[in-house]
């Protein structure tokens, strides 16, 4: 089994930033995915960002250029740093590990303020 916990989802402005945090813990295969989905209310869960093992990344279009997905390998953590957030990036934001097996955190909510 694998855990994810997510933190750092909050209430801030627009144009402002936010930083989450998802740490992964249990029966880790080194050769992994890791990503960020969200889902805003009467909407379907769209992927945000995705990164592999080997560190390389890939974005959405909506948050290209905003926003950054990365990892610490020997944390077993990944992170999505979000700049100039919008309105339209208010979601609850779900972490997704897939390595042996797919799992999902429990999601933190962000809510941009206009």
């Known amino acids: 089994q694998v855990q994810l916990v997510e933190s750092g989802g909050g209430l801030v402005q627009a144009g402002g930033s936010l930083r989450l945090s998802c740490a992964v813990s249990g029966r880790i295969f080194s050769v992994n995915v890791m990503a960020w989905h969200r889902q805003a209310p009467g909407k379907q869960r769209e992927l945000v960002a995705h990164i592999n093992s080997g560190g390389s990344a890939n974005y959405a279009d909506s948050v290209k250029g905003r926003f950054t997905i990365s990892r610490d390998n020997a944390k077993n953590t990944v992170y999505l740093q979000m700049n100039s957030l919008k309105p339209e990036d208010t979601a609850v934001y779900y972490c997704?590990?897939?390595?042996?097996?797919?799992?999902w955190g429990q999601g933190t909510q962000v809510t941009v303020s206009s």
């Open positions: 997704h590990y897939i390595g042996l097996g797919n799992y």
